[in-house]
């Protein structure tokens, strides 16, 4: 996104703006390459079972496999070269629903590795009956490449399947 400049500082070359972010330490000494990766995401949904129709299709195609099932929710886990990223869906505690106008999470984004691979996202999403957002086009508005879909879990959480060569 960036280059840095002494070590102090990073022009970040960002959608709608250029901004100028001075970090304390140069970047080099910022720590190891887990840094900053996501380590679980928790999604609080409203009927575990209805959501597992959406989550476990969409998880399976991205490389997560089941690996906790209980009462109150499901986990999934991806193996990767840093250790075990976990997407766990966990079930709500009331009926309030979902707003990503609201404060709180607007969306989470997956990295694809091809057009064609949001592209089979797509047909994967349409087959298993979700619902999707915005079908798979080019958003140069977000950079010069940038490829996603945009879909919703049965509660409204809106996710984004993105290829964006940067």
């Not at 304390?24 to 887990?34: K, N, Q, Y």
């Not at 991205?62 to 997407?87: A, E, F, H, M």
């Not at 087959?127 to 879909?151: I, K, M, N, Q």
Request: hydrophobic share 40%; charged share 20%; aromatic share 12%.
């Amino acid at each position: 996104m960036g280059a840095a400049c002494g070590g102090q500082a990073v022009l970040l070359s960002l959608p709608s703006a250029r901004m100028l972010v001075q970090y304390p330490v140069p970047l080099a000494d910022v720590g190891s390459e887990m840094r900053g990766l996501m380590h679980h995401l928790d999604v609080t949904i409203q009927d575990v079972d209805r959501s597992a129709v959406f989550y476990e299709p969409v998880l399976t195609f991205l490389g997560y496999r089941r690996s906790r099932t209980k009462p109150d929710g499901i986990g999934w886990d991806l193996q990767s070269p840093y250790g075990i990223i976990s997407v766990d869906i966990k079930a709500a505690h009331t009926t309030q629903k979902h707003d990503r106008y609201s404060c709180g999470l607007h969306h989470f984004a997956w990295h694809a590795e091809s057009r064609d691979d949001v592209d089979r996202m797509h047909a994967l999403l349409i087959s298993s009956g979700a619902t999707v957002l915005d079908a798979p086009a080019e958003y140069p508005r977000y950079g010069t490449g940038y490829y996603a879909v945009f879909f919703a879990d049965p509660d409204g959480l809106k996710f984004e399947f993105v290829h964006f060569p940067g």
